[in-house]
């Protein structure tokens, strides 16, 4: 059997123009209804902007409110963890994804923050 090889670009877009049916679809059940998506940020870092913007362009693109939520780079394991809190029990916020590496100068359990978030929401999973 021959390999297939697949574009990722073009695979991409079908996913993306999937989705954006889907979005579609709930919008049409729900009037006013919009999925909403946060994605947390510690810090900084140039990568994670990047990886971040792109999200934030995928998310427009198939028509759901996404919100880059940023804390400083002194932010402590106990603001992080409000802040998911705040956000797992936002009901316009319907995904979560938490941007890792976390990019603090004070010490973060990562595997603490990732599990305080709602199964519900956790995009990664």
């Known amino acids: 059997m021959a390999a297939t090889v697949l574009s990722g670009k073009?695979?991409?877009a079908q996913v993306r123009e999937r989705?954006?049916?889907e979005v579609i679809q709930m919008k049409e059940q729900a009037p006013g209804f919009r999925p909403?998506?946060?994605i947390l940020q510690v810090g900084d870092r140039d990568d994670s902007n990047l990886y971040i913007s792109m999200k934030l362009k995928a998310a427009a693109e198939i028509g759901m409110n996404a919100n880059h939520v940023k804390l400083?780079?002194?932010a402590t394991e106990d603001?992080?963890?409000r802040k998911i809190t705040h956000i797992n029990e936002d009901p316009n916020v319907h995904g979560l994804i938490v941007?890792?590496?976390l990019?603090?100068?004070n010490p973060i359990d990562v595997e603490k923050v990732t599990n305080a978030v709602s199964p519900e929401?956790?995009?990664d999973g």
């Open 103 to 105: 990019d603090s100068i």
């Open 72 to 74: 400083p780079k002194t």
């Open 79 to 81: 603001e992080v963890l």
């Open 36 to 38: 909403g998506l946060a």
């Open 99 to 101: 941007q890792l590496p």
């Open 19 to 21: 989705l954006k049916n």
């Open 121 to 123: 929401k956790d995009v």
């Open 10 to 12: 073009d695979l991409a």
